[in-house]
C-alpha cells in the first residue's frame, strides 16, 4: 500500500453516460498525476498537478476528459459521453520528485 | 516528443535461468526510472539512476544507466517466480512529466 487511494475500484457504465473518478495522494505530496493502462501497455500520461494548479493536459485527451485538483489535496477526473475506447485502467499517481506512487487504479468499463 | 521502448516486450524464462530488458530513449535523460507491475497491480517504483554509467544493486537485480545518458538496463539474475511482472522504466519529458515505456512482461516457467 503507497498510501494513495482511488475510488471507485471499478466502474461499469453504459456508453454515452459521465463517469467521475477520485484520487487522495499522500497527504504531503505536491504533484498529483493521471494516467491510462491498456492491456499490454505502459502507463499513459493524461495530466498533471502541481498543487491546485493543472500544468499539462495530453494531447492524446479529449474535451471530453476534465481533472481538478480543489485545495491541492484530492483530485477528480470526470469523463463525459463515455466511449467503448474509454475502457481502460485508470491510475492515479503522487510525488513529490520524480518517484511517482501509484494507487490501484480504477477500472472502467463502458459497455 | 520523447519517446522511451523497452524490448523485449515478452520474455519467458526457466526459473533460475537471468533475464535482461533494454530500454532506450529518443531523446537524452536527466534521470532513469524503473519500475515493476505485478499481474492485477499496480506499477511501483523499484530505483531511480540519475549519473551517466551509474549502476545500481537491489539483491539480484541490476540497473545500468548508459553514459549518454538515453539508454538503461535491468538485469535480474538467476530469477524466481515472485520475479514475475511487467518492468517499465520511465524518463522524465520534462522535470515533471514522466514517461513510460510499455514494459518488459516476465514469465517464469517453473
Known amino acids: 500500500d503507497t498510501g494513495v487511494s482511488q475510488n471507485p475500484r471499478h466502474k461499469i457504465t453504459k456508453r454515452g453516460q459521465n463517469v467521475t473518478f477520485r484520487c487522495d495522494p499522500i497527504s504531503e505530496h505536491n504533484r498529483l498525476y493521471w494516467y491510462r493502462q491498456t492491456l499490454g501497455q505502459g502507463p499513459e500520461f493524461l495530466t498533471y498537478?502541481?498543487?491546485?494548479?493543472?500544468?499539462?493536459k495530453s494531447r492524446l485527451l479529449s474535451d471530453r476528459f476534465s481533472a481538478e485538483r480543489p485545495k491541492g489535496s484530492f483530485s477528480t477526473l470526470e469523463i463525459q459521453r463515455t466511449e467503448q475506447g474509454d475502457s481502460a485502467m485508470y491510475l492515479c499517481a503522487s510525488s513529490l520528485s520524480n518517484t511517482q506512487y501509484f494507487g490501484p487504479g480504477t477500472r472502467l468499463t463502458v459497455l | 516528443g520523447q519517446q522511451v521502448m523497452q524490448i523485449p516486450q515478452y520474455q519467458h524464462v526457466q526459473e533460475g535461468e537471468d533475464f535482461t530488458t533494454y530500454c532506450n530513449s529518443s531523446t537524452t535523460l536527466s534521470n532513469i526510472q524503473w519500475y515493476k507491475q505485478r499481474p492485477g497491480g499496480h506499477p511501483v517504483f523499484l530505483i531511480q539512476?540519475?549519473?551517466?554509467?551509474e549502476v545500481k544493486k537491489q539483491k539480484r537485480l541490476t540497473f545500468q544507466f548508459g553514459e549518454a545518458k538515453k539508454n538503461s538496463s535491468l538485469h535480474i539474475t538467476a530469477t524466481q517466480t515472485t520475479d514475475v511482472g511487467t518492468y517499465f522504466c520511465a524518463g522524465p519529458e520534462r522535470d515533471d512529466k514522466i514517461i513510460f515505456g510499455k514494459g518488459t512482461r516476465l514469465h517464469i516457467l517453473p
Open positions: 498537478f502541481q498543487n491546485e494548479a493543472q500544468l499539462e
Open positions: 539512476l540519475v549519473k551517466s554509467g
